[in-house]
């Protein structure tokens, strides 16, 4: 399995010749490090909530082709219906198959903010990376490999998000949900990750763009 970060919570998780993109948001493109031209060809997009920085329509007209699969949450599938496109339901405890990668659903209620709160799915990859999306409660799952953990936004406290990974106990740990942290508080978010899965023995990999992780 080969993972790459494509900023904010956008990963990339390739097997053997699949390629699942999850969560290709605004925030990924915003500071126009990224076009969603460079994202390539997939053979399906996973989106684990509504949200901008999650579910971006603009980017989706250009990385969806004719073969391209789209997946999630019945809400975002009636929003997708609205904007032009096909998007097949996932629902928690369902596991589906694309190609060589196998997605497992779980339920994970987006974390509190002073609005709405979406439908967010968590998902699990393969049996090793979770992808939760914005949520550190997610039921039915009690350990996993790697942990995409978010460490920043108007919902998340670092404090909470460590406790989050210390329960799944993963091997890995690869930052997500953190455009938002700019240059100093960037770097001082990733060290006070990094010394707290040092101490508890887990690997802590930020990925930063261009670079891929290969397990």
């Given at each position: 399995?080969?993972?790459?970060?494509?900023?904010h919570s956008?990963?990339?998780?390739?097997?053997?010749?699949?390629?699942?993109l999850?969560?290709p948001?605004?925030?990924?493109?915003?500071?126009?490090?990224l076009?969603?031209?460079d994202?390539?060809?997939?053979?399906?997009?996973?989106?684990?909530?509504?949200?901008?920085d999650?579910?971006?329509p603009?980017?989706?007209?250009?990385?969806?082709?004719n073969?391209?699969?789209?997946l999630?949450?019945?809400e975002?599938?009636t929003?997708?219906?609205?904007d032009?496109?096909?998007?097949?339901?996932?629902?928690?405890?369902?596991?589906?198959?694309?190609?060589?990668?196998?997605i497992?659903a779980?339920?994970?209620?987006?974390?509190?903010?002073?609005?709405?709160?979406?439908?967010?799915?968590?998902y699990?990859i393969?049996d090793?990376?979770l992808?939760?999306?914005d949520?550190?409660h997610?039921?039915?799952?009690?350990?996993?490999?790697?942990?995409?953990?978010?460490?920043?936004g108007?919902?998340?406290?670092?404090?909470?998000?460590?406790?989050?990974?210390?329960?799944?106990k993963?091997k890995?740990?690869?930052?997500?949900?953190?455009?938002i942290?700019k240059?100093?508080m960037?770097?001082?978010?990733y060290?006070?990750?990094?010394?707290?899965?040092?101490?508890?023995?887990?690997?802590?990999?930020?990925?930063?763009?261009?670079?891929?992780?290969?397990?």
């Amino acid at each position: 399995m080969i993972i790459k970060k494509y900023l904010h919570s956008c990963l990339l998780v390739e097997e053997k010749k699949t390629k699942l993109l999850i969560d290709p948001g605004a925030f990924s493109f915003v500071e126009k490090k990224l076009k969603p031209e460079d994202l390539g060809s997939v053979d399906a997009v996973l989106l684990t909530h509504k949200h901008m920085d999650h579910y971006f329509p603009e980017a989706l007209k250009i990385i969806l082709k004719n073969k391209t699969r789209l997946l999630a949450c019945e809400e975002i599938a009636t929003l997708a219906k609205k904007d032009g496109f096909e998007c097949e339901i996932m629902k928690a405890a369902q596991i589906l198959k694309v190609g060589d990668i196998t997605i497992e659903a779980f339920s994970a209620p987006h974390e509190p903010i002073p609005a709405e709160i979406p439908d967010n799915l968590a998902y699990l990859i393969n049996d090793k990376l979770l992808h939760p999306g914005d949520s550190y409660h997610v039921h039915g799952l009690k350990s996993c490999e790697i942990l995409a953990l978010p460490v920043a936004g108007p919902w998340s406290r670092l404090v909470d998000g460590l406790t989050f990974a210390s329960s799944l106990k993963p091997k890995i740990v690869i930052p997500i949900h953190d455009a938002i942290l700019k240059d100093f508080m960037l770097e001082r978010v990733y060290t006070m990750t990094e010394n707290y899965c040092i101490e508890r023995k887990m690997q802590f990999i930020p990925l930063p763009l261009g670079k891929c992780l290969s397990i």
